[in-house]
């Protein structure tokens, strides 16, 4: 995949960068800016180490920069090879290529459209702002797409904001060289001064992710029923730890930066009311199983937010706007059934009026575990889940005009609690306990206040919790555990191992073709999704054998 785009890059590098005006995606009011592409970040973020001003192939700007009074100094705060990591093995640069391939061809014949031009694709497929792509709401112009800050799909800018300077305010590619009066600001300051988008707390982040990987309708993205049925493959529920090591990661977790620099950070951030701060960070605290348990909370809140966003008959949506109800928001299993007798769905325990399409995606076992991580009350939970599950039985997909009123106070209520739960540490010695309330969630006793009942969970609410479960798994299994826990988690990894056999847990892996960018003439070895080997458990899954399993892990950890 390296040779795949490094003769490109090479060229882009040393050519001034050349940007449109953009606007700051579903933030309305943001400063115009410029999105300049991926070979202004390359010069210095290739290597794992800076650049000479020497170097032959910087641009003006970069050799600038590079002056001896820049501030731009490797302390190993970043890796530097942020580039590299992304051009290799990012599956985000080959967000747009995907689009190229024969099976979204397939897609466009069926739809009726040229899928590598429509703005419904590239709204989640290409980095580059909608707003610079054309006036037009259902294709981008034909010469757009030879243009490369479009063919690299999702670069750096797509995730951290238009870079360069604007006519209306400064962009953040020349001040974020500058060490210390870069790091210490707070994001906040970051994003207002200068157009930098918000990935350094868990709720930012999510939010940031699940705006293409869940759907954001004021972005203009979100998959339809009508893309599912032309062969888009589904998207699988998401869990922020298990996704962000996916990408994979190409920063330093703040845990493992450097100890002077973490001491420093902490002393430096406090005036900003940072989450890191001296008060409640500690080392060895349960950092990425925390952000999973967060994430949960900040998933459900924002799709009950994207289910209300498309039944409102106000929404104003930079895409094509989709006929509603939109079926794509509601489980599938509500109208495609199991193809056998004596199916577990038809074992579930029955929630609403029979008939009714139940809404699909949400993470409602880790919302409960992260709920009572964060303190909160199950029951509040509860009483209002109870006006969603009221509109949902007292017509099918629910009175449009009613969804804001039904879904509003449970949104609001879990965004709080994410905040909150992000300023309370999970503690190394909550591990196991938590652990065992993973597993007793798996095996279906959800809510405190319903005693007994059992649930039967879907493929996907199965997975995040089996993905949950790693992420914990890992992060107890270090040399921060005492041998207590050490010995403890050693003694269930059989039982670890057999949930987990049930479930694709990489989502990276896939098989080699043969694909040409726009503009080029030989093919290039790049790898994609197999979706014979994602599906195929989904059909094979047997939740009853989930709940046996997850019930077998509970025991284990309740045993003295």
């Known amino acids: 995949m390296r040779q795949f785009f490094t003769s490109m890059f090479l060229t882009w ?12 995606p579903a933030k309305p009011d943001a400063a115009i800016r410029k999105f300049v592409g991926i070979g202004a970040c390359r010069n210095c973020h290739r290597s794992g180490s800076l650049p000479k001003a020497t170097d032959p192939d910087l641009d003006p700007f970069e050799r600038r920069a590079l002056g001896p009074t820049s501030g731009a100094v490797d302390d190993s705060w970043v890796k530097l090879d942020e580039y590299k990591t992304w051009l290799a093995e990012d599956k985000h640069a080959q967000a747009y290529t995907s689009l190229l391939n024969d099976r979204s061809k397939h897609m466009g014949e069926l739809l009726g459209v040229d899928v590598s031009r429509d703005k419904r694709c590239l709204a989640c497929h290409v980095g580059y702002p909608l707003s610079s792509l054309g006036g037009d709401k259902n294709l981008i112009p034909e010469e757009l797409v030879n243009d490369q800050r479009v063919f690299t799909g999702v670069s750096c800018e797509g995730c951290h904001g238009p870079a360069d300077n604007g006519t209306e305010a400064k962009g953040w590619l020349s001040p974020h060289i500058a060490r210390d009066s870069w790091r210490f600001q707070s994001p ?121 966003a498309l039944a409102s008959p106000d929404l104003v949506t930079p895409v094509a706007k989709p006929n509603w109800p939109e079926l794509a928001q509601f489980e599938c299993y509500s109208c495609h059934h199991d193809l056998q007798d004596k199916s577990w769905r038809q074992r579930r325990a029955l929630h609403g009026a029979p008939g009714r399409p139940l809404l699909r995606g949400l993470p409602i076992p880790l919302t409960v575990l992260a709920i009572k991580q964060a303190g909160g009350d199950e029951k509040k939970f509860q009483e209002l889940w109870a006006p969603v599950e009221k509109l949902l039985d007292a017509q099918a997909f629910g009175h449009r005009d009613h969804w804001n009123k039904a879904t509003g106070p449970l949104t609001t209520w879990l965004d709080e609690l994410a905040s909150a739960l992000e300023k309370k540490p999970l503690q190394r010695d909550e591990g196991l306990t938590l652990l065992q309330n993973i597993a007793v969630v798996g095996e279906g006793k959800l809510w405190s206040a319903k005693g007994a009942e059992l649930e039967l969970w879907d493929y996907d609410t199965a997975r995040q919790l ?57 093919g290039k070895e790049v790898q994609e999704a197999d979706l014979e080997t994602t599906l195929k458990p989904t059909a094979k899954y047997n939740a009853i054998e989930f709940r046996e399993k997850c019930h077998a892990l509970a025991d284990k950890l309740s045993a003295k």
């Not at 590098?13 to 700051?24: D, K, M, N, T, Y």
């Not at 009508?226 to 888009?232: K, L």
């Not at 987990?500 to 073709?513: I, M």
């Open 13 to 24: 590098a040393v050519l001034a960068p050349i940007g449109l005006s953009a606007q700051e």
């Open 188 to 308: 906040d300051d970051k994003f207002k001064n200068f157009g930098f988008i918000n990935v350094r707390t868990v709720v930012a982040r999510t939010k940031l992710c699940v705006s293409c990987h869940l759907g954001s309708a004021s972005e203009g993205r979100f998959v339809t029923h009508e893309m599912y049925a032309a062969g888009h493959p589904p998207l699988p529920g998401f869990e922020l730890a298990s996704f962000t090591e996916q990408l994979p990661k190409h920063w330093r977790e703040f845990d493992i930066k450097d100890p002077k620099i973490r001491e420093q950070y902490l002393d430096n951030n406090e005036k900003n009311g940072d989450i890191y701060h001296k008060a409640t960070y500690k080392l060895e605290n349960l950092h990425q199983t925390n952000s999973a348990l967060i994430a949960a909370l900040v998933s459900f809140s924002e799709h009950l937010k994207l289910a209300t």
């Open 466 to 522: 089996a993905w949950t479960a790693r992420v914990l798994q890992r992060e107890l299994s270090t040399d921060r555990s005492p041998k207590p826990i050490l010995d403890r988690v050693a003694s269930v990894q059989s039982n670890l191992a057999d949930i987990e056999q049930a479930f694709v847990l990489d989502l990276v892996k896939g098989r080699k073709v043969q694909q040409v960018l726009p503009g080029g003439e030989k």
